[in-house]
């Protein structure tokens, strides 16, 4: 069974830095994408960004600029660095990871969520 674990989230003043880091272990054949969502109260789960297994980075318009996602060495961490942070992105941050089997089905999994906190 594939698991995510997340660490770094936090309480920081706006303007401030994180960096969030995702370990995924257990038996993984192929990774199609890694990435970052994030759910704030009352609001839906919305994508943050996240990478191909090409490399290849999308991000929601609201962070471009500021947020930058990136994997780790060994391809199985995945990581979120978070500057210049607003009020705004105050919310449960997931780990998400979408595989690919041997049999070629694909497989998504999802960490327990980090929160991240901006105070103005």
């Known amino acids: 069974q594939v698991r995510l674990v997340e660490s770094g989230g936090g309480l920081v003043q706006a303007g401030e830095s994180l960096r969030l880091s995702c370990v995924a272990s257990?038996?993984?054949?192929?990774?199609?994408?890694q990435g970052w969502y994030r759910q704030a109260p009352g609001k839906q789960r919305e994508l943050v960004a996240d990478?191909?297994?090409?490399?290849?980075?999308t991000y929601v318009d609201s962070v471009k600029g500021r947020l930058t996602i990136s994997r780790g060495d060994a391809k199985n961490t995945v990581y979120l660095q978070m500057n210049s942070l607003k009020p705004e992105d105050t919310a449960v941050y997931f780990c998400?990871?979408?595989?690919?089997?041997?049999?070629?089905?694909?497989?998504?999994?999802w960490g327990q969520g980090t929160q991240v906190t901006v105070s103005s």
């Open positions: 998400n990871l979408r595989t690919r089997t041997v049999l070629g089905d694909t497989r998504e999994y």
């Open positions: 257990g038996v993984i054949f192929s990774i199609n994408t």
């Open positions: 990478i191909t297994s090409g490399g290849t980075t």
